[in-house]
């Protein structure tokens, strides 16, 4: 039976066996998150968001994106971060010009969530609006298949980047509008999240067990740090 080593006390040459102790065991968990995950993608894609002073808003597309989304995930911190890109605005200045939408977008998503019949199974709970630079919905999902609570946090964005490739490349002219803009500093993070999720996704697995290394190293060391 192996043992479980901590970071600190595992020699370089054997760095590889550690880092496959904090994948996820793919067939038994992944899919499982996947297929609850899948379940709130459905029901995001469907829905339209009208309200007052003009709001009108259909969601374009939802990605994943963070640990999850780029192949980086680690065994026992089951996070989602779900973009949902929505219609409604030609631009970064009408985007921020009209932000508070994004806001009132959110607020009506709780409600959603919190009635929706097709999401009893994921039995939901934990369930807030969190404002900063973006706000987010965060809230835990869990399944009869699943041994452990998933955190899934929903974040809109405007849509800039059009259907990507694995090499996709932005114009030059999206980020000139976007510096034009010169709104909050991250504000439009979530814009390119598509982006900056592809820049790992395809990267080679050699890579990914270093970001997870990287990872598994700053969660042991704030640990350490805060107890």
Known sequence: MAVSLELFDT???????FVAQCQPNIKEWKEDVVKAVRSVEKFLKEQHFQGDHGLDQKVLKVIQVGSFGNGTVLKNHAEVELVMFLSGFSSFQEEASNHNHHKHVLSMLCEKLTDCPDLLHLQPQNLRLVHGVTSAV????????????????????????????PNFQPSPEGYARLIKARHTLGHFSPSFSELQRNFVKYKPTKLKSLLRLVKHWYLEAHHLGSG
């Open 11 to 17: 020699p370089a040459s054997r760095l590889n066996s």
């Open 138 to 165: 965060p809230f835990t999902i869990q399944t009869w298949e699943m041994e452990q609570q998933v955190t899934v946090t929903i974040v809109p964005a405007y849509r800039v980047l059009r259907p990507s490739v």
